[in-house]
């Protein structure tokens, strides 16, 4: 099991809440579906979505996504297979292009980047995949260090001392010196969190980290997640099709279908009180 390695720092407080006087604050939160989370809106979103449509070839996967994401923020997206949810994620880090739309990372466009722009926007903005990537012929470990010393030009030393640092928040000290090929295939994404985590991005993103695994090794992936979620004041977004994670972690739930966003809040209000009649009858079918 993971340990609770990973802590909210002072330097990750979140900033004051905006608007500033009580009852309008009250009245944007709950606008914004926020209402009884655990987090304060900051004055600046961490990740602002415009209008963002993408096309490959003449099939539209988004259509006009606008969403805010907010400092120290658990998002969580639900949806059928095909309605844009990966993309959406893609989009955010630039594996996709954008046909339309604009995106802000920390009020800064990363929409039409130079390939060197969009290096620095990998280093900020991490990301976890279905399938784990790690290096074979490297330790877990080494795979941890190597995005440390190769972009973030930090020493071995302090790259070791990181590395070990998350291995042991995601329970995997003592697996430090295996390679992937000797590990589970949840061993393995705990290692490629563990990795995601130790560049220190201003958001990580999720990308249904849990489907490749075989049931009996989701619960551990899940529960370095919620430590995470819980802990660490790490914004995230997570796309997944596990609803007790959604539920009980998400500060907020996103439903997508169809490529638009068609309802999100608090999870409690979107799984027990739906206002949309697609959502409650996809939240049926999995119950």
Known sequence: MPSKLFARGAAQDVPAAVPA???AEAAYAADQGLTNHHFTP??????RIEHLNKSFDDTKVL???????WPGEVVVVLGPSG?????????????????AGHILIEDEEITGKSATDVNKLRRDVGMVFQQFNLFPHLT???????GQIKVLKKSKEEAAAEAMKQLAAVGLADRADFKPAQLSGGQ?????????????PNVLLFDEPTSALDPELVRGVLDVMRDLAENSGMTMIVVTHEMGFARDV????????GGVVVEQGVPAEVFDHPKNARTAEFLGSID
């Open 140 to 146: 877990a470990k080494e795979n941890v260090m190597i």
């Open 42 to 47: 900051g004055e600046h979103p961490v990740v």
């Open 63 to 69: 259509k006009d996504v606008s969403l805010n994401v």
């Open 83 to 99: 309605s844009g949810k990966s993309t959406m994620l893609r989009c955010i880090n630039l594996l996709e292009t954008p046909t």
């Open 250 to 257: 998400a500060d907020r739930v996103v439903f997508m279908e």
């Open 188 to 200: 393995q994404q705990r290692v490629a969190i563990a990795r995601a985590v130790a560049m220190h």
């Open 21 to 23: 006087d009580k009852a």
